[in-house]
C-alpha cells in the first residue's frame, strides 16, 4: 500500500526540508495536462503515460531516476518522492511502480491536482492542489 499525503501537507513538506532530507515534487500527467492546465510550481515533470495510447511508459523508472539524477547532488534513491495527478489515481500507480523499483521514500497526493468531480462532472470544486489555493503556474 502507498503512503498518502493531501495536497496542504506536501506543500508544507516540500516548504520545510532540509538538505539532509531532500523532498521533490513529481508531476506524472501528460505533457499537455502539466503545460496547458498548470501544475505545481517547481513540479518535476516524467508523465506516467500519453495520449492518445494512455499505455504506461515502460522506461517511467529509469525516466524519474534520469531527471532526479540531473537535477539533485544525492542519490535519487535518497530522496523522498512526492507523486501527483490529476486526482491522485495515475500518481498512486507511479508511486506503486516507483516504491517496487527501490524508491525508498514514495507518497501519493491525494486529491491531486485537479481534485474529484462534483455533482456537474466540474473539477477543481472540492478538492485538489488548486482548490487549496496551493502555488502553481502554466507553462
Known amino acids: 500500500m502507498v503512503k498518502t499525503m493531501t495536497p496542504q501537507e506536501a506543500w508544507d513538506k516540500l516548504q520545510n526540508q532540509s538538505t539532509s532530507a531532500k523532498t521533490v515534487?513529481?508531476?506524472v500527467r501528460t505533457t499537455m495536462e502539466f503545460e496547458y492546465i498548470?501544475?505545481?510550481?517547481?513540479?518535476?515533470?516524467?508523465?506516467?503515460?500519453?495520449?492518445?495510447?494512455?499505455?504506461?511508459?515502460?522506461?517511467?523508472?529509469?525516466?524519474?531516476?534520469?531527471?532526479?539524477h540531473r537535477s539533485h547532488d544525492?542519490?535519487?534513491?535518497?530522496?523522498?518522492?512526492?507523486?501527483?495527478?490529476r486526482s491522485g489515481v495515475r500518481s498512486e500507480t507511479a508511486a506503486e511502480l516507483l516504491t517496487a523499483a527501490g524508491f525508498k521514500s514514495v507518497y501519493n497526493v491525494i486529491e491531486g491536482f485537479e481534485g474529484d468531480r462534483n455533482e456537474k462532472k466540474h473539477r477543481g470544486e472540492i478538492n485538489g492542489w488548486r482548490f487549496h489555493g496551493l502555488p502553481w503556474e502554466q507553462s
Open 38 to 68: 498548470g501544475h505545481p510550481v517547481g513540479a518535476l515533470h516524467v508523465p506516467l503515460m500519453e495520449a492518445p495510447a494512455w499505455n504506461t511508459d515502460p522506461d517511467f523508472c529509469t525516466k524519474v531516476r534520469e531527471i532526479l
Open 25 to 27: 515534487l513529481l508531476d
Open 74 to 85: 544525492i542519490n535519487p534513491e535518497d530522496l523522498t518522492i512526492l507523486t501527483i495527478c
